[in-house]
């Protein structure tokens, strides 16, 4: 289609596809007016011709556009000519790349700034890669994003787009996705732009024109948005402050605010000629301030935790979300993480295997390429049978992350999950595919997991042929968990134990054992439990945690799979605000989970049954007193009507114990007990406005200390809580907390110091 020549920009035909590159790599592909105009030129053509339908907007790979070229201001003003500039064919090429009669596509490689942000807020369709990074910087000299905040504000909202223009902070592509900026991101973007493609090239000619000509009515930009616009641009640059900076910006590379050298990795554009990034946090001047050696390396969240983790399961960063039992632990929970590059795992705990099926699934859809997630796969020993169905069923689907619970010892389906991803690499070595994360809260547990699979386990399921003997081999030269999350006290069940005395511990278990047994692989060791702020995240980093696991905080966040009325209660919860009952599903054993006391009746009523069950051999023993307070209190039914119901699911699920548990009248009373623990938790997920003073929620104190971080910002309201970026920020508060407990910004921190969510 095009055949003239251009000298910012390489173009080229493909099929129904025109791939523009900005090619300015003297003047990191700011935008002057020889670029405008003939980038214009080659949408108008790619408009009026019959068969494009796409339009690839890229840059280069460090760079996709950096905005506006200073150097042209700069040299106008050493020159004493007029500066000033007609920003108005900028504004109409944003238009076109908007309205144009083509799908526009914006391939974002490296970093996009000020004018860059235009085309990228303009187009159809942006695709950005993991390097990927965008702001919109002028106000750090005067200028107002005049001409690109109608085009930003469309895609990603007023609030947004205010705060980008006031903040001036560069954002990276994960946050970019999450605000709608950009559609899709990963470490691939090649692959992932080929793979858009292929579906936008079906489009005919015809039905392209009628749907941008549709969108142009729809969500026209108004004209009075164009003219406030370029009138509030043209006051910018006619201002002689403002060129001043600029000139001296072009010039020296000094920042407005600046009265010295900059320092030689200060983020300024290759011959200072485009608009520029907005500086670290840090001004130079306290950067010469730190004790830190200048040669430092920041602290970011990408940074935290151990590496390895984040290379063997494809992550950005060291976060895991662990599996909220019933799905609370959602597909979109999960979907919303890993596309973040954090790792969720489903809570399969309590849901059939044909909804199992269907939720993997799904997440599988909803991710983006390269991206990955986990399934929560819950200890059954009571049906070894289930559990091995489930592991079929992960396997089935490829899955290559479990989080393995309430695990005492391994089962033979745990160990068959693990040994079927084995396989010899081409040195020797073992290949491990599929990765457990055991979780646990005891030394002796943890040791069962950090040694190869039991051989009696392993010689059952050869015999069964559910592995080969080269996985049976395999399996003797690593550890059964590839890595372990050590659970401190927290929600669910919980042994209430100290992070403080055991992640030492575990980290003991673990060297021994590695010593004695030659492994390759270092088991990493992450921490759950408790984790809802800055500063708890930071204690379990310094505690040896490779990785952090959080689980409570997730559960009041929009995707969580529960009812708004339990969000509504978590959001209200404080430190002191959870209690200890006993565990439905291991009611006769005393086993305990932690759960919501505030306002709430179920744990007082949960151990009450508990204390009836230790004192009682029969239902039957009961006093009068104590029936009519269970029946009118607690069951708000005769416990005869539970009795029915509880009958009825055993026949159904489990006939073969039946008979047991009717001959038995301990077991009897405990199974109508039990009832109660699946009623309250099918009252607080369902949201039922009946019985509300018995909803089980399972709960740690994690989730009243981020209730107190998030008070006062945009976080305070559950209905804001993305997961995605819940985690986001509690990462780079802890990243900004190690960053000032080394000393990185020269100065000690004081006490009020505000450290919560900014936006």
């Keep these: 289609m095009d055949r003239v020549s251009h000298e910012t920009l390489r173009v080229r035909q493909q099929g129904t596809t025109c791939f523009v590159r900005i090619h300015r790599p003297e003047a990191d592909n700011a935008l002057n007016a020889a670029m405008v105009r003939e980038l214009g030129g080659v949408l108008t053509r790619a408009s009026d011709s019959p068969t494009t339908t796409v339009v690839v907007i890229e840059g280069l790979p460090e760079v996709f556009c950096f905005g506006a070229d200073f150097g042209v201001i700069s040299d106008a003003a050493r020159e004493g000519r007029d500066t000033a500039y007609d920003p108005e064919p900028m504004f109409e090429l944003f238009r076109q790349i908007a309205y144009g009669d083509f799908v526009t596509v914006a391939h974002v490689r490296g970093r996009a700034n000020a004018g860059g942000m235009g085309i990228v807020a303009a187009s159809d369709v942006v695709i950005a890669d993991d390097t990927a990074s965008f702001s919109l910087s002028e106000l750090l000299f005067g200028l107002v994003p005049a001409v690109v905040l109608p085009f930003l504000a469309r895609r990603v909202g007023s609030q947004r787009a205010r705060y980008l223009a006031g903040t001036t902070q560069v954002i990276d592509a994960g946050r970019a996705c999450q605000w709608g900026l950009v559609d899709a991101t990963g470490t691939d973007s090649q692959a992932l732009l080929r793979g858009h493609l292929r579906r936008l090239n079906r489009l005919s000619k015809k039905a392209v024109v009628r749907y941008k000509s549709y969108l142009g009515r729809l969500s026209p930009v108004p004209e009075h948005d164009k003219d406030v616009a370029l009138a509030a641009n043209r006051e910018a640059f006619d201002d002689p402050e403002n060129v001043r900076a600029i000139r001296r910006y072009t010039e020296q590379g000094l920042f407005p605010w600046e009265d010295g050298p900059t320092n030689d990795d200060t983020p300024t554009p290759n011959g200072k000629a485009g608009t520029p990034m907005p500086p670290p946090e840090a001004s130079e001047a306290e950067r010469r301030r730190s004790p830190m050696p200048s ?8 940074s935290l935790g151990d590496p390895g983790f984040r290379e063997d399961y494809g992550l950005r960063y060291n976060y895991v979300a662990g599996g909220m039992y019933k799905g609370i632990a959602s597909v979109e929970l999960v979907t919303a993480l890993g596309n973040a590059g954090m790792l969720g795992f489903l809570g399969t705990g309590g849901l059939p295997l044909d909804v199992v099926d269907d939720s993997i699934t799904r997440i599988e859809q909803g991710l983006r390429p390269g991206r990955t997630f986990g399934v929560n796969l819950l200890s059954a020993p009571q049906e070894p049978d289930l559990e091995m169905r489930m592991v079929e069923l992960l396997l089935r689907h490829g899955v290559r992350h479990v989080e393995a619970s309430a695990y005492v010892q391994p089962s ?7 040994l079927a991803g084995l396989s010899q690499d081409a040195n020797g070595g073992v290949r491990q595919e599929n990765r457990v994360i055991a979780k646990v809260s005891r030394t002796e547990v943890a040791e069962g997991f950090l040694r190869p699979a039991p051989p009696d386990l392993v010689r059952e399921l050869l015999e069964r042929r559910m592995i080969t003997p080269e996985q049976a ?14 659970e401190a006290d927290s929600a669910g069940h919980t042994d209430a134990g100290n992070a403080y005395v055991l992640m030492p511990a575990m980290r003991a278990v673990r060297d021994r054992v590695r010593g004695e047994a030659g492994y390759s692989h270092t088991v990493r060791i992450g921490a759950a439990g408790g984790i809802g702020t800055p500063e708890s995240a930071l204690a379990a980093l310094m505690l040896g945690a ?5 689980g409570s905080i997730n559960q009041c966040t929009a995707e969580a799979g529960t009812s708004e009325a339990v969000k509504d209660i978590l959001q209200g919860l404080g430190v002191h605000d959870t209690g200890y009952a006993p565990a439905g599903d291991m009611f006769e054993v005393g086993a305990r989970v932690q759960a919501v006391r505030k306002g709430l009746f179920f744990p007082a009523r949960a151990n009450k049954l508990y204390e009836l069950y230790t004192r009682h051999g029969s239902i039957d023993d009961l006093d009068a007193r104590t029936r009519t307070m269970l029946e009118e209190k607690y069951f708000k039914r005769s416990i005869d009507a539970v009795w029915r119901e509880t009958r009825e699911h055993l026949a159904r699920r489990y006939p073969e114990r039946l008979a047991d548990v009717e ?4 077991q009897r009373m405990a199974r109508i007990f039990r009832w109660y623990f699946v009623h309250s938790t099918r009252l607080a997920m369902s949201g039922s406005a009946e019985q509300r ?8 104190p994690a989730m009243g200390a981020f209730n107190a971080w998030v008070k006062g910002t945009p976080l305070e ?3 804001q809580r993305r997961v995605a970026v819940v985690a986001e920020h509690l990462l780079r508060g802890t990243a900004e907390l190690l960053g000032e407990r080394l000393g990185r910004y020269g100065r000690s921190t004081s006490a009020d110091e505000d450290r919560r969510p900014r936006a």
């Design 412 to 418: 033979a389906a745990l160990v068959r999950y693990r």
């Design 663 to 666: 001959g038995n009248p301990k």
């Design 546 to 550: 490779d990785f952090i696991v959080t």
């Design 473 to 486: 081999e395999l399996g003797a030269r690593v550890p059964l968990a590839h890595d372990l999350c050590v």
């Design 693 to 700: 003073v018995d909803y089980q929620i399972h709960c740690g």
């Design 717 to 719: 309201p559950w209905h």
């Design 295 to 302: 040669g430092s390396p920041a602290v970011t969240p990408e």
